[in-house]
């Protein structure tokens, strides 16, 4: 089974930063795009930024210019680059994956457990 490891989470002040990272581990053929999405209280779950396998890189308006996605493919591994938070910053910080398995099945997303991030002003 696929598992998807968050961490870096944590309590920062207003124009601090922090540095996500999510791990997969498992039985993985091939990981495609891998992302970062948040879901704060009473709200939706939004994308945060998205990846592809060959760095390609994208970002709601909200972070651009703050935030940072990257991946190291060889540790299956993509990180967030916060910079520069703000309150509105806060939320559980989930890591998502779209991996094939097996080489003859298609690829699925997967979902990590969520990491909270939150920042005082």
């Known amino acids: 089974q696929v598992q998807l490891v968050e961490s870096g989470g944590g309590l920062v002040q207003a124009g601090g930063s922090l540095r996500l990272s999510c791990a997969a581990s498992g039985s993985i053929y091939s990981i495609n795009a891998m992302g970062w999405y948040r879901q704060a209280p009473g709200k939706q779950r939004e994308l945060v930024a998205h990846i592809t396998s060959g760095g390609s890189t994208n970002y709601a308006d909200s972070v651009k210019g703050r935030f940072t996605i990257s991946r190291d493919n060889a540790k299956n591994t993509v990180y967030l680059q916060m910079n520069s938070l703000k309150p509105e910053d806060t939320a559980v910080y989930l890591c998502?994956?779209?991996?094939?398995?097996?080489?003859?099945?298609?690829?699925?997303?997967?979902w990590g457990q969520g990491t909270q991030v939150t920042v005082s002003s």
């Open positions: 998502n994956a779209n991996i094939q398995l097996y080489r003859w099945r298609s690829p699925r997303d997967f």
